[in-house]
């Protein structure tokens, strides 16, 4: 499923203008999704209608596909039924999200709603409300799952809560989303907003480094920025990354020589027949096997993340890239490298036959 990116809007919170601009900027660099959450409106349904109506337009227009984020609440206080969703077809919405469930049946008839919106399911519930709701025969073709955000510090998911519930989605093959957060964006559904992502892990990181990991799960297919705004900077940071395979960002160790840039250029994967302590790319031994490559005077004690190059010394083996799990030392072996440390939770998503690429960090 191709992988997409998408940013968050809160009407009730933000400007007009400043959403616009917001909007057209991530737009031009190729994000497609955007949440809009309606957990906050407290207007008289004719002024939301007009409010969400224009933003909505005007955002489908630039091509986002356009996700409302709903709660029973807001039903009852704009009077809509949940047999009846014409209000949001109305308005433009792609598709709703469901904050929070029902009876599995009620989700199963939404799927097949005459107006043809998307429903959206909680993702972040370890329990089997999707099998109940897909035991009613819904549509899938019209269902999509989207993780939580936790606007509050030390609340967001554990790595191996999420995985649990992502499973469950994916194994059904359900178009999958979930949250990242920026670094200074202050917009969000609440008053208390310590960042928006979905995993907990994520709040401190760069945003580069949060979508690359949801990516190499293989367990998300879209990522969304959970606040506003992100800055100029980190809009376009995260449309340029590598949505296929793991893209290290790497620290080079000075001076670096052209046979070590070729190499770290390269499309790289790891042999089929893994080893526990390092991380083999093969072929490029096989393309660069005439180039000398001499042992350098670097330390030869290397720790987790090092990108290591086999020098002369090491016969057959000569100009073997590795990338160093376990710590060790090994004098056949030139340090050319260093994987940021922010990305070094990336490596256990390098399987038997995993692609990876390498960008030296600016």
Request: aromatic share 10%.
């Amino acid at each position: 499923m191709k992988k997409e990116i998408g940013i968050s809007i809160y009407p009730d919170h933000s400007d007009q203008k400043a959403d616009h601009n917001y909007l057209e900027k991530a737009a031009k660099l190729g994000f497609t999704r955007l949440f809009i959450s309606m957990l906050e409106v407290t207007d008289t349904k004719e002024n939301v209608t007009r409010k969400f109506k224009e933003l909505i337009t005007f955002s489908r227009n630039l091509g986002f596909e356009v996700i409302l984020d709903v709660a029973p609440a807001i039903f009852d206080d704009l009077e809509i039924s949940y047999d009846d969703l014409s209000f949001f077809a109305e308005i433009g919405a792609n598709g709703i999200r469901l904050d929070v469930g029902f009876d599995g049946f009620k989700e199963a008839m939404m799927t097949y709603n005459e107006y043809g919106l998307t429903i959206e399911l909680n993702m972040s519930h370890d329990i089997a409300y999707l099998d109940n709701i897909l035991s009613y025969q819904a549509n899938t073709s019209a269902l999509y799952g989207c993780h939580n955000f936790y606007p509050q510090a030390r609340t967001g998911l554990p790595y191996d809560f999420f995985e649990r519930c992502s499973k469950r989605f994916k194994q059904h093959g359900l178009k999958t989303a979930a949250f990242v957060t920026c670094a200074h964006g202050n917009l969000g559904p609440w008053d208390i907003n310590d960042g928006l992502p979905t995993l907990e892990e994520h709040r401190t990181l760069s945003l580069t480094t949060q979508v690359k990991q949801l990516f190499a799960t293989n367990l998300i297919d879209v990522v969304i920025i959970g606040n506003g705004y992100a800055s100029d900077q980190e809009l376009a940071e995260m449309a340029a990354l590598n949505r296929t395979q793991v893209e290290f960002s790497y620290q080079t160790i000075d001076p670096q020589t052209p046979l070590e840039e070729a190499i770290l250029s390269e499309q790289h994967y790891r042999r089929g027949d893994i080893t526990e302590e390092v991380i083999r790319s093969t072929q490029v031994r096989v393309k660069y096997a005439k180039e000398e490559n001499p042992a350098t005077s670097n330390p030869a004690t290397f720790e987790r993340g090092d990108i290591v190059l086999c020098n002369d010394t090491f016969g057959k083996y000569k100009n073997e890239l590795q990338v160093v799990l376990v710590p060790h030392e090994d004098s056949r072996k030139n340090l050319i490298g260093k994987i940021d440390p922010e990305e070094i939770r990336l490596l256990k998503y390098i399987h038997h036959w995993s692609k990876f690429r390498f960008t030296k960090k600016a």
